[in-house]
């Protein structure tokens, strides 16, 4: 998805809240690639300003393996009570 059209000019600390949904089959595509575009007016040669990459995949379980524990722990205090 590129979103060149709604780039914001004159703006040192542009904030981009953006929501996307997107459909990824794990393990196959679990790599999210972002990259923050410096927007050239005179001709279509943008500069990279930053990127970083994001393993859905890992993100996903390491929630998982979270709550999982922090539902252990619920139960145990509900059955010390």
Do not use: W
């Amino acid at each position: 998805m590129i979103d060149r059209d709604l780039s914001m000019a004159n703006n040192l600390n542009p904030q981009f809240f953006r929501v996307c949904e997107l459909d990824a089959q794990f393990p196959e595509e679990s790599q999210l690639e972002i990259k923050i575009m410096d927007k050239s007016y005179a001709t279509y040669a943008d500069s990279l300003i930053g990127s970083t990459t994001i393993d859905l995949e890992n993100r996903l379980f390491s929630n998982l393996l979270y709550m999982n524990i922090h539902s252990l722990e619920l139960e145990k205090k509900a059955l010390a009570k």
